[in-house]
T-cell receptor
């Protein structure tokens, strides 16, 4: 079956612009996660959705970052007024509600000029 | 706070055995996972330990000691393709919030 997909794969934007990153999780997975990974660094947790529960937004670095998940499936991460320090690979993962294994998408490489 | 410690870099030769350690200090603990990430790729799941002891999957094994807040990933018969970053991650609880806390990763270089 299809894995986690993300779009776009690459995004170059100018400082101050807004960007939207999309994640399509594996069908039937109730948990969805967003991470950020800077070059050569570990994974930085951003936000977590589990079913119909309120999302865990504890990792969002500022109020310029927001995410939503529509219909319990597709998720969009929005970064407003992008800054150069937002440049990173943004990874999405999903997992089946009862399990622990997270399946990652290929990521979106964001470059803010 | 939550913290996981693992070495930043490890180097080994083909055919050798390497052990990547992970110690953790977290507010809860339900299990320890290991993920592999090749350069430019996405992390992929390797193993999960919820109970003390050794879990073996082919050339890779993972060990957990809950009393020592410690685990390791053991890679045997190293191959060049094992060159990658390896992350340990702690699952905090069994409840609805199944967020993982991640280590910073260990970069493994396998040389001929």
């Amino acid at each position: 079956g299809a894995g986690v997909s993300q779009s776009p794969s690459n995004k170059v934007t100018e400082k101050g612009k807004d960007v939207e990153l999309r994640c399509d999780p594996i069908s039937g997975h109730t948990a969805l996660y967003w991470y950020r990974q800077s070059l050569g660094q570990g994974l930085e947790f951003l936000i977590y959705f589990q079913g119909n529960s309120a999302p865990d937004k504890s990792g969002l670095p500022s109020d310029r970052f927001s995410a939503e998940r529509t219909g319990g499936s597709v998720s969009t991460l929005t970064i407003q007024r992008t800054q150069q320090e937002d440049s990173a690979v943004y990874l999405c993962a999903s997992s089946f509600g009862q399990g622990d294994t997270q399946y990652f998408g290929p990521g979106t490489r964001l470059t803010v000029l | 706070g939550q913290s996981l410690e693992q070495p930043s870099e490890v180097t080994a030769v083909e055919g050798a055995i390497v052990q990547i350690n992970c110690t953790y200090q977290t507010s809860g603990f339900y299990g320890l996972s290991w993920y592999q990430q090749h350069d430019g790729g996405a992390p992929t799941f390797l193993s999960y330990n919820a109970l003390d002891g050794l879990e073996e999957t082919g050339r890779f094994s993972s060990f957990l000691s809950r009393s020592d807040s410690y685990g390791y990933l053991l890679l045997q018969e190293l191959q060049m393709k094992d060159s990658a970053s390896y992350f340990c991650a702690v699952r905090l609880n069994a409840g609805n919030n199944r967020k993982l806390i991640w280590g910073l990763g260990t970069s493994l270089a396998v040389n001929p």
